[in-house]
């Protein structure tokens, strides 16, 4: 017997993945759903747990496997077109419910090609505007990283210590701190000399 599964995703935890089931459960009351909860487009398919579990041991030719969005199997188009026909190799039929197409029609192939590189193209301006968002930041003089741990106090005494010709081994352990991060510091004021 044919059987019906929905297939959910969601990248964080902070979202929810009800709104992508109910719309499958809407349209096809039926459907077991399997859901990818915090896990990334950017994650192939088969590597994904709940997905790898339909490709790999659930979906049987004949089966119908339903998504919300196009977007929701891959984020680059090569992956998503891949998919698709491997799925039409096996006779399982593959839905979106919001771009409303039975992908494995002719129509379906030429709306899923548009479609995955629209989502690739996202996916690509999101990582140029991130890209440039960290570019501005820096450029305003924000930090990113872990804060240092030495503090105004600890510099002072670095550099003092160091002219002094305390030894930096002696130095980290005087003041609790790991020798590279008073290497780092000495570097930063210029102060490094040949022990």
Same mark, same amino acid.
């Given at each position: 017997?044919?059987?019906?599964? #929905?297939?959910?995703?969601?990248?964080?935890?902070?979202?929810?993945?009800?709104? %992508?089931?109910?719309? +499958?459960?809407?349209?096809?009351?039926? /459907?077991?759903?399997?859901? =990818? =909860? @915090?896990?990334?487009?950017?994650? *192939?398919?088969? &590597?994904? *747990?709940?997905?790898?579990?339909?490709?790999? %041991?659930? !979906?049987?030719? @004949?089966?119908?496997?339903?998504?919300?969005?196009?977007?929701?199997? #891959?984020?680059?188009?090569? =992956?998503?077109?891949?998919?698709?026909?491997?799925?039409?190799?096996?006779?399982?039929?593959?839905?979106?419910?919001?771009?409303?197409? =039975?992908?494995?029609?002719?129509? @379906?192939? /030429?709306? !899923? @090609?548009?479609?995955?590189?629209?989502?690739?193209? &996202?996916?690509?301006?999101?990582?140029?505007?991130?890209?440039?968002?960290?570019?501005? /930041?820096?450029? $305003? #003089? %924000?930090?990113?990283?872990?804060?240092?741990?030495?503090?105004?106090? &600890?510099?002072?005494? +670095?550099?003092?210590?160091?002219?002094?010709?305390?030894?930096?081994?002696?130095?980290?352990?005087? !003041?609790?701190?790991?020798?590279?991060?008073?290497? $780092?510091?000495?570097?930063?004021?210029?102060?490094?000399?040949?022990?």
């Amino acid at each position: 017997m044919n059987k019906t599964y #929905g297939y959910v995703r969601v990248s964080t935890d902070e979202q929810t993945s009800n709104s %992508q089931r109910d719309a +499958i459960i809407a349209r096809f009351p039926t /459907a077991s759903i399997l859901a =990818d =909860d @915090g896990i990334s487009g950017t994650v *192939p398919p088969r &590597e994904r *747990p709940a997905l790898g579990i339909l490709l790999n %041991q659930l !979906l049987q030719e @004949g089966d119908t496997l339903v998504i919300y969005a196009i977007d929701r199997i #891959g984020r680059n188009a090569r =992956d998503t077109l891949e998919l698709v026909e491997e799925l039409e190799k096996r006779k399982i039929t593959l839905v979106s419910i919001r771009e409303g197409v =039975d992908l494995s029609s002719a129509v @379906g192939q /030429a709306v !899923l @090609g548009v479609m995955a590189s629209f989502a690739q193209m &996202e996916r690509k301006l999101i990582l140029e505007r991130q890209a440039a968002g960290i570019e501005a /930041a820096k450029s $305003r #003089g %924000q930090k990113f990283g872990r804060p240092t741990k030495i503090g105004a106090k &600890e510099a002072g005494e +670095i550099v003092m210590r160091r002219a002094m010709g305390v030894p930096i081994a002696t130095i980290a352990k005087q !003041l609790n701190l790991s020798r590279s991060a008073i290497y $780092r510091h000495l570097e930063k004021v210029d102060a490094v000399a040949p022990e």
